[in-house]
């Protein structure tokens, strides 16, 4: 859908790119800016309204069991779904700022041409302008197009590479996105709290903020490795330092939940979660060892065996 004039009541303001031009936020959108509308909100509120002709790609069709990012060729299957063959220019529209930075993260990654973000909640954009609202499409089961743009992967990091260049004496720039309690292990979701070493803190509502107030501080580092907690919320962070801070950076895209579950792995500021035991234990008193109970019963066996020899000898 070629996009005419729509939005025109969003706040003007200039787009923020990263250096190829290919992931912005977008305050003011027109046709110049997307050709093809991707809602990231739930498939449900998409298909009964949304801007017309926008294609339906929830969160949900990226993320497996516990948050577990969809591998590269279902991910390419995806978005043929979707009907997108990587050459279009495209705007993602959302509610939810996390879900949308997520979106447009993952089109990018994957290589989509030109990706636009647009600033505003969708929902509020459509209550301005109802002449523009239509049916979404959803995503079909099987592909409508092949995806064809080559993937972004020289912005993904792997785990052992990140371990692996940690481990040299030029270690990269790393940005951590999380809360600064989750960033100094006051607050753990995941095996053990902290931060990967050397990680600058830069959180997302931080960063988020300064780009709607147009200032703050944003450090200027040559291609750093971001994460935040999850693919969810790593995808998000780096969609968010390329598009509001003009931060060329790379993803680590596990995040600190996978760094964490590897214990052998290096981490500052290391605090671990109070385990189930260990609430058992200070409500019922500390429990009998394990080997408590088998020595209980061998000096049981003992002391009955002296017993015995000792009244056998005075009855003799």
Not at 58 to 72: M, Q, T
Not at 278 to 290: D, E, I, Q, V
Request: proline share 7%; net charge positive.
């Amino acid at each position: 859908m070629v996009l005419l004039g729509i939005l025109s009541t969003v706040a003007d303001a200039a787009t923020v790119a990263d250096a190829d031009g290919a992931l912005a936020y977008a305050r003011r959108t027109d046709a110049a800016h997307a050709a093809v509308v991707v809602d990231s909100r739930p498939r449900a509120a998409c298909v009964r309204r949304t801007l017309a002709g926008a294609r339906c790609l929830p969160i949900a069709d990226f993320l497996g069991p516990h948050g577990r990012f969809v591998d590269p060729r279902g991910l390419l299957w995806l978005l043929g779904g979707a009907g997108l063959t990587g050459s279009e220019a495209v705007l993602v529209a959302g509610d939810d700022p996390l879900a949308r930075d997520f979106v447009a993260g993952v089109l990018f990654l994957a290589g989509q041409r030109r990706v636009r973000v647009l600033g505003a909640k969708l929902s509020a954009v459509l209550d301005r302008t109802p002449a523009m609202a239509g049916a979404g499409t959803p995503r079909a089961m099987t592909r409508r197009v092949i995806f064809q743009a080559p993937m972004r992967d020289r912005f993904i990091v792997l785990r052992g590479e990140l371990a692996d260049r940690l481990a040299r004496p030029d270690p990269p720039a790393l940005l951590d996105g999380r809360s600064e309690k989750e960033y100094w292990g006051a607050s753990i979701r995941g095996l053990r709290g902290g931060h990967i070493p050397g990680a600058e803190h830069l959180p997302v509502a931080r960063l988020r903020a300064n780009w709607a107030r147009a200032s703050g501080r944003i450090p200027r580092l040559s291609r750093p490795i971001a994460y935040a907690h999850n693919p969810l919320e790593s995808i998000a962070y780096v969609t968010l330092l390329h598009a509001a801070g003009a931060i060329d950076a790379r993803v680590y895209v596990e995040g600190w939940a996978d760094w964490a579950a590897h214990t052998a792995l290096p981490a500052d500021s290391v605090t671990y979660p109070e385990r189930v035991a260990s609430r058992r234990l200070s409500k019922l008193g500390r429990a009998p060892l394990p080997w408590a109970y088998p020595a209980a019963a061998a000096l049981a066996a003992v002391a009955i065996a002296a017993g015995g020899f000792y009244f056998g000898r005075r009855s003799a």
